[in-house]
């Protein structure tokens, strides 16, 4: 079966949501007013990425986005977050994970120092940094940051009734490690637990947006029979 390690640079648009909703304005006087050269490139970059498609420049106007505030992200907290999880996201995307995790690290360090970023924005990084582990192999380390996602949800959400997607893409991405592990038994868990998440996302939820989690799903049931 083909590993389903790509899934980690889900729907960028969703884990830019996240990062939105959570993003608190800035309080101080100082940092109120919003750099217009910074702004300014955040929304090039933006156009670039979703509008039309030319994802290297995107990638070029994120990093002056994100280079411009790393080094202080209280400048502007939201279009840190942003910028430079749209630009880890885009190296992993044409698969620099080694640069897309540099990004990741550095970015969840800062956010672990800083109590201003939510939890929910942690997860989203770290899960980006998951993704990268799994590509590059290195799947013990992945099984521990994605459960470490699991327990970020688990703690902002309580379970999939509320923003059961994230659950959903988390339980596909710990299966999937599991898979490429070989370990059928923790596979078998977890595949129990992302379809009964699936269930209670698809009485709020869009059944359409988790089709091919679902197919995936059905997939591992039946090697898990065998």
């Given at each position: 079966?083909?590993?389903?390690?790509?899934?980690?640079?889900f729907i960028a648009s969703v884990a830019l949501f996240v990062i939105a909703a959570?993003?608190?304005?800035?309080?101080?006087?100082?940092?109120?007013?919003?750099?217009?050269?910074?702004?300014?490139?955040?929304?090039?970059?933006?156009?670039?990425?979703?509008?039309?498609?030319?994802?290297?420049?995107?990638?070029?106007?994120?990093?002056?986005?994100?280079?411009?505030?790393?080094?202080?992200?209280?400048?502007?907290?939201?279009?840190?977050?942003?910028?430079?999880?749209?630009?880890?996201?885009?190296?992993?995307?044409?698969?620099?994970?080694?640069?897309?995790?540099?990004?990741?690290?550095?970015?969840?360090?800062?956010?672990?120092?800083?109590?201003?970023?939510?939890?929910?924005?942690?997860?989203?990084?770290?899960?980006?940094?998951?993704?990268?582990?799994?590509?590059?192999?290195?799947?013990?380390?992945?099984?521990?940051?994605?459960?470490?996602?699991?327990?970020?949800?688990?703690?902002?959400?309580?379970?999939?009734?509320?923003?059961?997607?994230?659950?959903?893409?988390?339980?596909?991405?710990?299966?999937?490690?599991?898979?490429?592990?070989?370990?059928?038994?923790?596979?078998?868990?977890?595949?129990?637990?992302?379809?009964?998440?699936?269930?209670?996302?698809?009485?709020?939820?869009?059944?359409?947006l988790i089709e091919e989690y679902k197919g995936h799903i059905a997939i591992w049931r039946a090697i898990l029979l065998q």
């Amino acid at each position: 079966m083909r590993s389903l390690k790509l899934i980690t640079t889900f729907i960028a648009s969703v884990a830019l949501f996240v990062i939105a909703a959570c993003s608190g304005g800035n309080t101080s006087k100082s940092t109120a007013k919003i750099d217009t050269v910074i702004e300014a490139n955040y929304r090039k970059a933006h156009d670039y990425d979703f509008k039309t498609q030319q994802k290297k420049l995107a990638e070029v106007y994120y990093k002056k986005v994100y280079d411009a505030l790393k080094d202080d992200p209280n400048k502007n907290r939201k279009l840190y977050t942003r910028a430079g999880y749209s630009l880890a996201a885009l190296k992993s995307m044409r698969f620099d994970f080694d640069g897309s995790m540099a990004i990741a690290l550095d970015m969840y360090r800062v956010m672990e120092a800083n109590d201003s970023f939510k939890p929910a924005q942690r997860e989203v990084v770290l899960s980006l940094i998951a993704g990268n582990q799994s590509q590059l192999n290195q799947n013990e380390e992945a099984e521990r940051t994605y459960l470490k996602c699991y327990d970020i949800l688990k703690s902002v959400y309580g379970g999939p009734e509320k923003n059961g997607l994230d659950f959903i893409v988390n339980g596909v991405n710990i299966i999937d490690v599991y898979y490429q592990m070989t370990q059928y038994d923790k596979m078998a868990d977890w595949v129990a637990r992302t379809e009964s998440a699936m269930n209670v996302y698809e009485q709020y939820g869009d059944s359409a947006l988790i089709e091919e989690y679902k197919g995936h799903i059905a997939i591992w049931r039946a090697i898990l029979l065998q």
